[in-house]
Structures are given as C-alpha cells and as structure tokens.
C-alpha cells in the first residue's frame, strides 16, 4: 500500500508560481511511476505530468508544457509540481498518482495508470 500527500496549494494572481510536493509512503518500487492530475469544476479529471521513478524520463500535458515542470527526490520519497505562468484555467483540485509502470508510455496519460491517490490540494489562479 503507498499513501500520498499532497501540498503547496494555494490561491494566487495570473502569472504567479506555486510548487505543489507530494510525499510518498509505504510500499514503493523503482518501476513505479508518479504524476499530477487535475479536476476543474464540471470538467473531467485530466493528466498534468507524470515522472519515473527510475531515471528522469518526464512526460506533460499539452497545456501545461513550456510552464510546469515535475520533479523528485528518490531519498525524500518526494515528486514535485513545479508551476508558472498560472492561468485562470489552471484552477483546480490536483491530485498525485502513483502506480507501476508496465512499459506502455500511454498509460502514463490516463487514470487508469496508476494505483494510488492523493486526496487532492486545490489550486485557483485569479485573473
């Protein structure tokens, strides 16, 4: 079982920064990997960035790329959401994801792809 909490969350201006960090315990593995979803109100969750944990390989939305960058700390057990330049349409709830990697880079991009949830931090960029 791994727990993930989040936090760093907050309510800033357009075209402010927040980190957002995700501590991860319990049981993890070296294929695992770890990432950031979003849920605005009325929308679907959504893919944001996702890192494996083993190696450097990072993967991003098309509307976050260029502004958030996804970071961790192995010894730390720790990912990070690194954002810039926030919009408006960055306003939402985040959750960290993390769950074994099998080797399809797909995956990656859906909820389906991993096991385990954060409980959300909630993100709203004021115009």
């Known amino acids: 079982q791994v727990q993930l909490v989040e936090s760093g969350g907050g309510l800033v201006q357009a075209g402010a920064s927040l980190r957002l960090s995700c501590a991860a315990s319990?049981?993890?593995?070296?294929?695992?990997?770890m990432g950031w979803f979003r849920q605005a109100p009325g929308k679907e969750r959504e893919f944001v960035a996702a890192i494996r944990w083993s190696g450097f390989s990072t993967y991003y939305a098309d509307s976050v790329k260029g502004r958030f960058t996804i970071s961790k700390d192995n010894a730390k057990n720790t990912v990070y959401l690194q954002m810039n330049s926030l919009e408006p349409e960055d306003t939402a709830i985040y959750y960290c994801?993390?769950?074994?990697?099998?080797?399809?880079?797909?995956?990656?991009?859906?909820?389906?792809?991993?096991?385990?949830w954060g409980q959300g931090t909630q993100v709203t960029v004021s115009a």
């Open positions: 994801v993390a769950g074994q990697f099998r080797g399809i880079i797909a995956t990656l991009y859906t909820p389906e792809g991993y096991e385990y």
């Open positions: 319990g049981r993890t593995f070296p294929n695992y990997a």
